[in-house]
C-alpha cells in the first residue's frame, strides 16, 4: 500500500483527498475487500475516517498506478475533517493519517504484515 495525503496544510475542519494504490503481492486473487483510512494520535487507538470497497484484485495485479506516476491518477480517498480535534487527541500535537488494506480481515493472506503504509504517506497536522 502507497498512501499520500493531497496536502501538507491538513487542517480540522477542512477537506483532505488521500491518493493511494494497492497490489496483491500474494499469488491468490484477493476480494471483495475493503481499504480503511484512519487517523491517529502517538500510541492511541486510530479513528475510522471512512472506508473504499474493492471487489476484486488478482494476483501480481494492483488496484491503481504508482503514486507519481506520470500521466496516470491514483485512486483517491476524499473526506472532511471534523471541526474540531476527535475525542481524546490533544489539537497541540500531530495526527497521522495512514491506510490499511483488508482492514476488516476479510481476506486470508499469506503476509497480514504488508497491509499498512509504514512511512512515505503518512503525514500529520
Known sequence: TQFL??????A????????????????GHAGPFRVGFYAQQGAGT???LGRSSFDFLA???????????????????????????????DATRPVT?????DAFNQITESNETNNADRGLGFDTI
Open 5 to 10: 495525503p493531497s496536502r501538507h496544510d491538513i
Open 12 to 27: 480540522w475542519g477542512r477537506p483532505v483527498e488521500f491518493a493511494f494504490d494497492l497490489i496483491n503481492q500474494g499469488v
Open 46 to 48: 486510530p479513528v475510522l
Open 59 to 89: 494476483a501480481g495485479n494492483r488496484i491503481a498506478p504508482f503514486l507519481g506516476e506520470t500521466g496516470v491518477e491514483p485512486f483517491k480517498f476524499r473526506t472532511r475533517l471534523p471541526d474540531q480535534p476527535f475525542a481524546g487527541f
Open 97 to 101: 493519517f495512514f491506510a490499511v488494506a
